[in-house]
């Protein structure tokens, strides 16, 4: 069995983004060389996520409309807060959109389902962050 380990470092242009991944994770499947297994991608933050969903802007301004209902960006309504942080709702969003996503991997590509595509999904950025790419298979 392979094992192949790749990190992608982002940093993105506003506090909360979506980002499309997919092709980055596809590359490092290429340099892999696996043809069946799993691909496990992980964003290595606390305040950052990584799913598959569609590909469409609307439904990315939904995720994070949603995400700002549900956990709204407010300094005095957290505890976590209270230690000198400002980004409790980072971590509430990123629990809801979840840690990370595993794929699997038929005939050397990515076995997605119809639309699905994978995502980053960043809740306290504009600083390096890195996000883990793990494949294992034959």
């Given at each position: 069995m392979k094992s192949y380990t790749e990190y992608i470092t982002i940093n993105t242009e506003k506090r909360y983004q979506i980002v499309n991944i997919t092709r980055q994770v596809e590359t490092a499947l290429e340099k892999s060389g696996v043809k069946e297994g799993l691909c496990l991608i992980n964003a290595m933050h606390i305040t950052a996520s990584v799913f598959v969903?569609?590909?469409?802007?609307?439904l990315h301004a939904d995720f994070l409309k949603w995400t700002e209902e549900l956990a709204p960006y407010n300094i005095a309504k957290y505890k976590h807060n209270l230690t000198?942080?400002?980004n409790a709702d980072a971590h509430l969003?990123?629990?809801?959109?979840?840690?990370?996503?595993?794929v699997a991997i038929t005939n050397g590509e990515l076995d997605f389902g119809p639309w699905e595509t994978i995502f980053y999904g960043e809740f306290d950025g504009q600083r390096n962050k890195r996000i883990l790419i793990k494949i294992i298979g034959e």
């Open positions: 969903n569609d590909n469409e802007s609307g000198g942080e400002d969003k990123r629990t809801i959109m979840g840690r990370e996503v595993v």
